[in-house]
């Protein structure tokens, strides 16, 4: 579940006080704050979407790549995204199995295709061909070290970008992107797939991009992929053995319970075209990242100090926090919203607020939030746990953020921030 107030209006995650969690552990904030319990419940939700039938959740890495997060899902029988060498290693470090990861990426480093195709028996569960030159990479690769690797071949459906109702950064599926085999290249793509004996067509994949509200423009990029997969069928690629209809399912940054549809609308949206072209016998994979962690996250930071100003537009009133885009960058990479809310609540009357950080940009800021007149001493900036952690940075010389994990009602691990010595240390050199 989501935060919630206790009965006295102390902000909770995971049944525990946030509060309390930062002074009891001496975080100190900025730090993330995760609830493991909440992220396996999700999974185990999703699961339910398949009735039975054979699937994989591929978890994007990307999202949150925490040992404990991953683990967490690897327990539900999540498999992984990959989107690079390091993240394949850590998850094959976190026990999830070679035949259950999937790696996408437009431009893998030789090293790091050697990686995945000499991991286990037979190398990964299957390379993401992401362009027609990647072929003959790929496949010289695997001559080299004599292994046959398995390959799906992710197909950029060119979907109007306008169809896609995702901020232009998000949006993958469209003919400018540089993601996926253009679907005009897709035949030339399987016959050379076809003609390149260490390589083996096991699946084919579409991701159309992050943050979708609704299953429209999911469910046409998995019609065109399905009908692909059908033609295969008939003619040439008996191997092939899965569709994967990527992530993206939005996450309902708003608040506004029940408005954005859930993970398993998209699953059954694409069960239904499975379904519809006869291809049920396929296993049927999806890619969820954000969905699974970004609720079940927060970002709990310390309020520095209030500016006020009378400009020439009126009255201006800044609430400066410790957590600045370099810990959070999606307000200022995206024009993201995240709610902001106090750690404490207060109850009487709330004012419009500024919510700034302290990085020298004029984009560390996240917008303006309804806070009480004294906010208090700490915040949450919340539905943090997807894109957060992992985006941010030591831009400003700052530390990464502190990350604490909450687990069976108690807190499971921390980890500490790094430090400003360790900073200086390492850019003196
Ligand atoms: C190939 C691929 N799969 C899955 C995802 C996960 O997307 P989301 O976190 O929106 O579910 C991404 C994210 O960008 C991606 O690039």
Not at 23 to 31: D, L, M, R, Y
Not at 101 to 110: C, E, Q, R
Not at 124 to 147: D, F, K, P, Y
Request: proline share 5%; glycine share 10%; net charge negative.
């Amino acid at each position: 579940m989501p935060t919630t107030r206790s009965d006295v209006g102390n902000l909770l995650l995971g049944g525990l006080d946030l509060a309390a969690v930062v002074a009891e552990t001496g975080a100190g904030t900025p730090s993330y704050v995760y609830d493991l319990d909440a992220i396996a419940a999700e999974a185990r939700a999703l699961a339910l979407a398949f009735e039975g039938a054979p699937h994989l959740v591929a978890y994007a890495v990307k999202a949150n790549s925490a040992g404990l997060v991953l683990r967490a899902l690897a327990g539900e029988g999540c498999g992984a995204d990959v989107v690079s060498g390091a993240e394949l290693a850590l998850a094959l470090a976190c026990a999830i199995p070679p035949d259950r990861i999937v790696y996408s990426g437009v431009a893998k480093l030789d090293p790091e295709i050697d990686r995945a195709i000499g991991c286990g028996e037979r190398g990964i569960g299957a390379i993401q061909l992401e362009s027609v030159e990647e072929i003959a990479r790929v496949e010289a690769r695997a001559a080299a070290q004599g292994r046959r690797v398995r390959v799906s071949a992710r197909i950029n459906p060119a979907a109007p970008a306008s169809s896609l109702e995702t901020h232009a950064h998000i949006a993958t599926g469209h003919d400018e992107a540089k993601f996926g085999i253009p679907i005009d290249d897709v035949g030339a793509a399987l016959d050379r797939i076809a003609k390149a004996p260490h390589v083996e067509l096991v699946g084919l994949s579409v991701h159309i991009g992050s943050q979708l509200t609704s299953t429209g423009a999911y469910a046409a990029a998995a019609r065109e992929v399905f009908r692909i997969a059908r033609h295969l069928r008939g003619a040439r690629a008996a191997s092939l053995a899965f569709v994967d209809t990527g992530g993206g399912f939005g996450v309902d940054y708003e608040g506004t319970r029940g408005a954005v549809v859930r993970p398993a609308d998209f699953v059954r949206a694409a069960r239904v075209i499975q379904r519809e072209e006869g291809l049920e016998d396929l296993a049927l994979y999806v890619e969820p990242g954000r969905s699974l962690v970004a609720a079940h996250g927060v970002l709990v930071a310390r309020v520095v100090q209030e500016k006020h100003a009378t400009g020439r537009s009126g009255e201006r009133r800044w609430l400066m926090i410790d957590a600045g885009m370099n810990d959070l960058i999606r307000p200022a990479l995206y024009q993201a919203r995240h709610r902001i809310v106090p750690l404490v609540a207060e109850r009487g009357p709330t004012l419009p607020w500024r919510v700034v950080g302290p990085v020298c940009e004029s984009s560390d800021d996240f917008g303006e939030h309804e806070l009480p007149r004294a906010p208090g001493e700490h915040v949450a900036i919340l539905d943090a746990g997807a894109y957060g952690f992992t985006m941010a940075s030591a831009y400003n010389g700052r530390a990464l953020p502190a990350e604490i994990f909450l687990a069976g009602g108690r807190v499971a691990h921390v980890s500490a921030r790094a430090t400003e010595e360790r900073w200086v240390r390492e850019r003196l050199m």
